[in-house]
């Protein structure tokens, strides 16, 4: 039996628009597993958290297909009892995608729609058929599987673990291919990049390491709309100069040794690279948060016309017209309305003589309310009626005195009973503004 030398590359990142990551991966000597949490209250995190724990716990009995089911088995029952007995888990479960590369035989199982692909001689091929929603309609001919990459539900999975207290796991033992390439995936991977270009990808890198990475930068280039998780395993008869990994050198947990993104906030638009994850580097903005940007500004911009509108309008009326009234112990004339609208008070337009001590009690009640006017004139002549009332003014058309000659009579009329002209009050009133 050929010894098969077996090296690997793992990436997890929770993406570029979501802040947490609930996927998780295992390598553990040659077991590589990859899980996609879902439950709200973070407890998507836990079940995938879980499923990888038990499998770790119970990787020395997984030696083939029956014991690699039985261990998912397992990690179905440890993920439900949790679920049962937190409220806030209840109906948590992961989607789950295992390989276990022995001497003699590739073992994979899984459950939901993680996946495993098989890349030999620059052609990809998929190992696993989803349990998923967008799946059975792809068996049924109702949809193509390119229609199903972008259905409304192709998130939907049909199996996952934790869910019920039985689960159904699809198996298989597939013969070893050497110089093979195996990829477990969850769907954040597929959702955003195509097989040809996760092909494409795969034939462009040499090492595990650096397909992995560039797998998930992938995917972050394009949207990241998902936590992805990527495992690459190369087979070959013999050691990999260069390799990311050796399984028989490593074995890792993500969430306690190849995970430093989980605790690394990795801003949309930014790249950065952690000691084991990359973040895509061409750093492009994901279409979900390009949509809502747009949305968001044509939101604010209409909303920000509808006020301006709303502003002019209420500053037109509120600088419209005029009105008699006090200021302190003044008659004024001023211009907008009474009280103001908005934050457009009144001016005072123009002064008056008149002082509230001089009008009666009357007079005073009358310009207490505000009396308006549509233009400057009229409150003018208003303030000239109150003004004639209180300092009456003599006439201007004051009789001269006449003299008339005749023979016999002579009628002398003088106006010496009149007031002197000099005592006109020679009241200044304050131009008005015709200009608005
Ligand atoms: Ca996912």
Redesign the pocket.
Same mark, same amino acid.
């Given at each position: 039996m050929t010894s098969l030398f077996v090296s690997h590359g793992a990436q997890t990142h929770s993406g570029q628009v979501r802040n947490n990551n609930? %996927?998780a991966f295992l390598v553990q000597d040659r077991l590589f597993v990859v899980a %996609?949490g879902m439950g709200g209250h973070s407890a998507g995190e836990v079940a995938s958290g879980l499923a990888v724990s038990s499998l770790r716990d119970g990787a020395t009995a997984i030696t083939d297909e029956a014991s690699l089911a039985a261990a998912l088995h397992t990690a179905n029952e440890v993920i439900h009892t949790e679920s049962m007995m937190n409220h806030v888990r209840h109906g948590m479960g992961t989607t789950i995608a295992a390989l276990l590369a022995n001497d003699d035989a590739i073992v994979v199982a899984h459950v939901g729609d993680a996946r495993v692909y098989r890349w030999v001689d620059g052609t990809l091929s998929r190992v696993t058929k989803d349990h998923s929603y967008v799946q059975e309609l792809v068996d049924e001919g109702i949809i193509t599987l390119e229609e199903a990459r972008v259905h409304p539900r192709r998130n939907i999975v049909t199996r996952a673990l934790g869910i019920d207290a039985e689960v159904d796991i699809s198996t298989a033992t597939l013969p070893v291919t050497i110089g093979g390439r195996y990829v477990l995936c969850? %769907?954040?991977l597929v959702d955003e990049v195509t097989d040809s270009e996760i092909s494409a990808i795969l034939g462009r890198h040499e090492t595990a390491n650096a397909a992995a990475e560039a797998l998930v930068a992938a995917a972050n280039a394009a949207g990241g709309r998902?936590?992805v998780t990527v495992i690459v395993i190369d087979v070959s008869d013999k050691p990999t100069a260069g390799a990311g990994g050796s399984s028989d050198e490593r074995s890792a947990q993500r969430s306690e040794e190849e995970e430093p993104s989980e605790s690394v906030p990795v801003l949309v638009g930014a790249s950065a690279t952690t000691t084991d994850n990359v973040v895509a580097t061409t750093a492009v903005l994901p279409k979900a948060k390009v949509g809502l940007s747009l949305g968001f500004i044509l939101f604010w911009t209409a909303l920000v016309a509808i006020v301006l509108s709303v502003l002019i309008v209420f500053a037109a009326y509120g600088r419209t017209g005029y009105f008699v009234g006090f200021e302190g112990s003044d008659v004024v004339i001023y211009k907008g309305r009474p009280g103001g609208v908005l934050w457009f008070d009144p001016t005072v337009e123009a002064r008056t003589p008149l002082k509230e001590r001089d009008l009666t009690e009357e007079m005073a009640q009358e310009i207490l309310g505000n009396p308006t006017f549509g233009d400057a004139a009229s409150a003018q002549r208003y303030v000239n009626g109150i003004r004639d009332k209180v300092q009456p003014i003599p006439t201007t058309t004051l009789p001269l005195p006449v003299t008339t000659t005749s023979s016999s009579t002579t009628t002398s009329t003088t106006s010496s009973t009149l007031p002197a002209t000099t005592t006109i009050p020679t009241t200044s009133v304050a131009p008005t503004t015709t200009g608005q």
């Open positions: 609930e %996927d %996609d969850s %769907d954040g998902d936590n």
